[in-house]
C-alpha cells in the first residue's frame, strides 16, 4: 500500500469528491490526472465493479465504478461523472465518481479512525474520518478501492 | 560492468556463433580460402581484444585455436573432422569463460592446460592419427561430415548496435502515432473540403512508412536463430552415433524479435525430437534403404501475414501402436479413446502434457517434458502447430506463427451494440446469411435447439457472440446477421454476429490485470474514432465453445480447467432401429435430404450421384425405409472419399464427453457411450470409409 496514514501534525492533501451525499477524499499523491465525462467502453464478463474502459490519450484505462465497490445504488443522473486517473503497477486506472470537487489540505492530526459501526463495504476501503465545519470527510484507500474481487494488483 | 567488457562480450558472442558455421562450412569444403580467411581473422580479433583488455586466460585458448588455424591455412595440415572438433572445443571453452565473465566481471578460474596442448599438438602434426585420443569418436567421418550446413554466407553490410530498448520505445511512440493519425483521418472524413486534406495525406503516407520502417528493424532473418542449429546437431550426431544431414531453407524470412526470441526453444526441441526419435541408426536406415545419412530439413517462407516453419525429418515417421501404448502406459487415454481415434488424432496425443515415446531417457531427450511445452508456447503467440507423418519416410512438423505481435490487421465487428476486434489472421471468411450480402447454399439450419452452419462440403459449429459474452440480445434493427469463420489449430467456427464494420490495422495493448481471468479476450486497442475496443482470441473462444480442434476430441488443457473443454458436439440419430446412434459432429460433413428416386441399387448396395459421383450408400439394418419419399443421408468425406450413412431421423445435437463405456459389439460401431443421458452406440466413420471406398461392389452387409 502506497498510502498510509501519517499520525504526526504533517499537511496532508486529499482531492476531495461526491458519491451520492458523501463528501470523500482520497490523498492527491495518489492522482495523476482528473477527467471530465469521458467515453467509456463497456467490457462484458468483467467483474460488475469494472465499469469498462476508456482512452486516455492513447493509453487504455480501466475504469473502476466506485459506487459499486462502496455498495451504493447506480446513480440516477449519470451525466457529468467524473474520474480519478490512479496508477498501480505500470497499469492506469480510472476511479468514476460522481463529482471531483477541490483539493483539500488537512492536518494529519485531525483524522480520526472510522467508526465501527460503518457498513463493512465502507469500512472496507475508509482509512479514516475528518470533522469538517458542516460535513465529514471520508478518505479513501486508492489501492484497496483497485482490488477488484479479492485480486491484489 | 566495465562499458569496454559489456561491448566486447557482446561482440564476441556474435562472432562466436558465426564462427560455429563457419568451422562447420570449412569442415564440408575444406579448401575454400574465404571461410578460412573468415574464420582465422574472427579468432584473432577475439585474442587481440583479450590481450588488450587484460584476460589471460581467455588469450591462451584462442591463442592455441588461432596457431591450429594458422596451420590449416598454411596447409601443413589437412582439415580433418578431429581438427574441427578440436577447435569447437577450444571455442566452447571461450564460450565457458565468456559467460563467467558476463556473470562476474572476472574470467572464471579453470585449467585450459590439457586443451591447449591438445591443440598444439594438431597444430604441429603433419595430421593427428585417426585414433588420436582427443577425438571424441569413432564414427567414420569421411567422406561426407555428420552435421553440415547447406547455407550461404550472409553479405556483410554496414550496421550500427542500437539497444532493443530504444527501438522497443520507438515502436510504442510509432503505434501511438498511427492511432492520432487514425483519429485525424476520420475527423477529416466529416469535414468535406478541408485545407487540412492535403498535408494530413502526406502525412498519413508519412506515417505509414515510419510505422513500416520501425517495423523493419525489429524484424531478424530467421538464419540468426539457426546458426546455432548446425553445430547442435553436429554434437547430437556424434552423441546419438547418428550421421545427420542438416538442410536450411529460407534463412532469410524475417520476423519480428520478438517472436524470433519466443519460438527458440521450440524450434530446438523440435530438431532435438527430430535426431533423436525422429532418425533411425544408420543399420536400421541402410536395412530400410535409405541413405545411412538422415536428414533434418528445415524451410522458412511468409505466407499472409505468417511465418511458417517446418521442420521435417527422413526418418522412421511417428509410430501409431507405440503412441497408443505410451498413452495408455501413462494413463493419457482409455483404450475406448483410442480406439475412437483417427491416425491425426492419434498423432497429436504427443503434445499432451507428459508425453514421450522414447522408451529410454536419453541425455538428450526422453524426459517427458517436450512437445506439450512447444505446443503451448506456439499457441502462446498466436500460432498454430500441426505435424504429418508417415511410418518409414518421416515426419514433418510445421508451425504457424504471426510476423510480428505488435501490429496486425483486424475485421472490426458488432454484437449486442458493441464493437469488437477479431484479428484477420484467425479469420477465414465472411459468410452473408440473408439479404443480398448472403453466400449461395450457405444455410444455418437447427438441430433441436443446437444452430449449425451447411456451408459447401462442411458442417461448421456455431457461436453467437452476443451469447459468448452474455450480451443483451441483439435489437431488432441490426442488419442481416453474418457467419465470421474463425480457424483455431484445424477447427472452424462459425461466430454470428449482428454487423462487419470494417477492417482496420490495430495497436494490440494487453488487457488490464484485472480483466485477465476473461479469457475471449486477446487485447484492447482504440480505434481511428479514438474508442477503446476488445480484441477478440478467436482460439480461446473456440475453446469456449468445446471445438479446441476436429482433430482433437479432448483439449489438452489440465481437466477442470475450463468445464466445457472436455466436451464434443455430437450428433444423435437413429438408423434402421429403434436405438440411439451418435456420432462426432465434427466428422460429419453434410446432412443430406436425398429423394428416394435418386437412390440406386447396385449388385453390392445402393448408390446415390451426388455431386457428380457416386457415393456408395450404407444402411446399418434393414436397408432402405420404402415409405418415406425423402431419405435423410449424413455424408462423411475425407480428402478422397465419401460415403453416405442413411439414417431414419435425427434426434439431437449434445455437447458431452465422450467416454466410450462399453466396446462395440459389431465392426463399424465403436462402443456405446452414455451423452446427456442416454446410451447411445458411437459409429466408427474410418471404418465406413474405408469399407465404402475399397471394394465397393462386393461389400458384403452386416
Known sequence: MKFQPDHSDTEQEFVTLMLGDQLCGVPVNDVRDVLGD?????????PPEIAGCLNLRGRIVTVVDVRRQLGLPPAIDQTGRMSLVAERGGELYALLVDQVVEVMRLSASRMEPPPPTLQPAWAAFSTGIYRLRKRLLVTLDVGRLLTIGGAVH | MDELLAEFLTETNEGLAELDVALLRLERVPDDPDTLALIFRMIHTIKGTCGFLGLPRLEAVAHAGEAVLVAVRDGSIPVAAEIITLVLEALDRIKQILAGLAASGNEPAGDDTALIAALEQAGQAPAPPPACETAPTALPMAPTPPATAHTDPVPVTPTIRVQVEVLENLMTLVSELVLTRNQLLQLARGDQGTTLAAPLQLLSQIT??????????RMQPVGTLWNKLPRMLRDLSLELGKPIELVLRGAETELDRRVLDLIRDPLTHMVRNA?????????ERRAAGKPQNGTILLTACHESGHVIIEVTDDGRGLSTERIRAKAIAQGLATEAELAGMSKSQLHRLIFRPGFSTASAVTAVSGRGVGMDVVKSNIEQMGGTINLSSTPGTGTTITIRIPLTLAIVAALVVGAGGMRFAIPQLGVVELVGLAGTG???GAVIERIDHTRVL?????LLPLASLTELLHLPPSRGDATAPVVVVIRSGTGLLGLIVDQVFDTEEIV???VAPILRQITLFGGTTILGDGSVIIILDPNAMARTCGISADTETRSTDAPGARGAVDQTPLLLFRA?????MAVPLGLVSRIEEIARTAVEPTAGHPVTQYRGRLMPLIALANGLNENRPQQTVLVFADAARCVGLMVDEIVDVVQDRLDIELAGARRGLLGTAVLAGRAADVIDVSFWLERACTSLPGLPSL
Open chain 1, 38 to 46: 469521458q467515453p467509456i467502453t463497456v467490457i462484458p464478463l468483467a
Open chain 2, 208 to 217: 505509414s512508412e515510419l510505422q513500416a520502417g520501425i517495423m523493419k528493424t
Open chain 2, 275 to 283: 535426431a533423436d526419435h525422429g532418425l533411425e541408426q544408420p543399420d
Open chain 2, 438 to 440: 448472403a453466400t449461395e
Open chain 2, 454 to 458: 451447411r456451408l459447401r462440403d462442411r
Open chain 2, 508 to 510: 494490440v495493448k494487453p
Open chain 2, 576 to 580: 434402421g432401429g429403434p436405438h440411439l
